[in-house]
């Protein structure tokens, strides 16, 4: 089955950016969605088709593909940017959904 | 507004059998493919299931196929996940998502989640 893998955690001082990778073969085939979660609540969509933001996602949030890897980019990063953040594609070859293992977020 | 409910969670015993809904308001149900996403305490997120807008196809994670079963009601606006044969790694938050094309992408809104507890 296809496997999305992400680092574990990233750490970043306010104001600073944040890349969290999110690694799948041939990834740069598929399209590569992101999704924000904080404790307690469920997730919320930052990005879609690999570079997209929805309406009220800050124009901090970015997301771009290379070779092998997606990375969502956060700058200017605030506290509240503080989550878990995850890499979500659908795998035509299985017909299944597939979500990354998930980076937690720490704003110093 | 979109609104996705779930309801139906609860504690249920190793074996045991429990259906989950989801209440959806604000958009038109039958345009529209449906999944039902799961993240056990303390882990990530895990996609469980998801059914075509008029419910001709669906498709399921291999740990639950067999054992699940996910359908739905479109002119009650209702989203259902029969589960069966319950196990203790299938404790987990449950929530209903919707995905915004007519064919698998990703997920636009989501429930709040129903907590399923498998335990004797």
């Known amino acids: 089955s296809y496997v999305l893998t992400q680092p574990p955690s990233v750490s970043v001082a306010p104001g600073q950016t944040a890349s969290i990778a999110c690694g799948g073969n041939n990834i740069g085939r598929k399209s590569v969605h992101w999704y924000q979660q904080k404790p307690g609540q469920a997730p919320v969509l930052v990005i879609y088709?690999?570079?997209n933001r929805p309406s009220g996602i800050p124009e901090r949030f970015s997301g771009s593909k290379s070779g092998n890897t997606a990375t969502l980019t956060i700058s200017r990063v605030e506290a509240g940017d503080e989550a878990d953040y995850y890499c979500h594609l659908w795998d035509r070859n299985s017909a299944h959904y597939v979500f990354g293992t998930g980076t937690k977020v720490t704003v110093l | 507004e979109v609104q996705l409910v779930e309801s139906g969670g609860g504690l249920v015993q190793p074996g045991g059998s429990l259906r989950l809904s989801c209440a959806t308001s604000g958009f038109t149900l039958s345009t529209y493919w449906m999944s039902w996403v799961r993240q056990a305490p303390g882990k990530g997120l895990e996609w469980v299931a998801n059914?075509?807008?008029?419910?001709?196809?669906?498709y399921y994670v291999d740990s639950v196929k067999g054992r699940f079963t996910i359908s739905r009601d479109n002119a009650k606006n209702s989203l259902y996940l029969q589960m069966k044969s319950l196990r203790a790694e299938d404790t987990a938050v449950y929530y209903c998502a919707r995905d915004p094309y007519d064919r698998p992408e990703y997920f636009d809104s989501w429930g709040q989640g129903t907590l399923v507890t498998v335990s004797s």
């Open positions: 088709y690999d570079n």
């Open positions: 059914i075509k807008k008029d419910g001709s196809e669906k």
